[in-house]
């Protein structure tokens, strides 16, 4: 199984760690933003990354293609069951595949706005970001995010849905790591459950391991661009 996409999307890292979850070995090659060539376009013809394909996939040598993060986790649910990260019974399934879709859209749309104003448009694009766009994400939309998480987490609860690690769990914690990377840092004091949360989601080695790659980027072009 093929992923195409880099390193530095969360819609990337949810893929790669929803696989290393279940124990899957997935090949990452470089597709989006001008790379990955006509088989990137092929398995993705809007440009979005991330992308996959399952060669042979569909037999008589015709690969199986999906260019969606959402869409290629269900998939990987579906052809591999045992280690679940969607659960079968319906209020917590309904829930896991709601917080995906907050994590691509709500999150995404704040995170996103701090990310490439901030990193991706100075450092890889070589132009400037809009910054006011960026600080009134940080300063209006995250807060409100992060007050509805800490109310929605509690004390208690360890992840998101029900008493089990999940696509949700996932799909809400990878962007957490891009939000960083534009100079958020998530305040304990403030939201201490979306704090005990997140610290125990990134200490699995699936996300290690994936976070640890995106720091060393981040930390090379920065130090490039000096
Ligand atoms: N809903 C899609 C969103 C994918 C997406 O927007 N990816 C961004 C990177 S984070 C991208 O490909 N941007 C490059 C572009 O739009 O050209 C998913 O979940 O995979």
Do not use: C
């Not at 999150?107 to 901030?118: C, D, E, Q, S």
């Not at 125990?200 to 080695?205: F, K, L, M, T």
């Amino acid at each position: 199984m093929i992923v195409y996409g880099a390193i530095l999307s969360p819609f990337v890292r949810k893929v790669l760690i929803a696989a290393a979850e279940k124990g899957l070995e997935v090949e990452q090659r470089p597709g989006g933003m001008g790379q990955g060539g006509d088989e990137f376009i092929e398995a993705s013809p809007f440009g979005k990354m991330p992308a996959f394909r399952v060669p042979n996939g569909r037999g008589e040598g015709r690969d199986y293609l999906l260019a969606d993060s959402s869409a290629i986790v269900h998939y990987l649910e579906a052809a591999y069951p045992a280690l679940p990260l969607i659960p079968a019974e319906p209020m917590a399934r309904g829930e896991v595949v709601w917080l995906d879709e907050f994590a691509d859209t709500i999150l995404m749309a704040a995170g996103g706005k701090l990310f490439f104003n901030r990193v991706v448009a100075p450092l890889f694009l070589k132009r400037p970001g809009d910054l006011a766009a960026a600080d009134d994400a940080e300063r209006t939309e995250i807060p409100h995010i992060l007050d509805w998480l800490e109310q929605r987490i509690g004390p208690k609860r360890e992840f998101l849905v029900g008493g089990a690690f999940s696509l949700a769990d996932i799909s809400v914690a990878v962007m957490f790591a891009n939000v960083r990377g534009a100079g958020v840092a998530l305040d304990a004091q403030k939201y201490p459950n979306v704090a005990r949360w997140l610290a125990g989601v990134e200490g699995r080695p699936s996300f290690a391991a994936q976070n640890a790659r995106m720091e060393k980027i981040l930390t090379r072009v920065r130090a490039e661009a000096g």
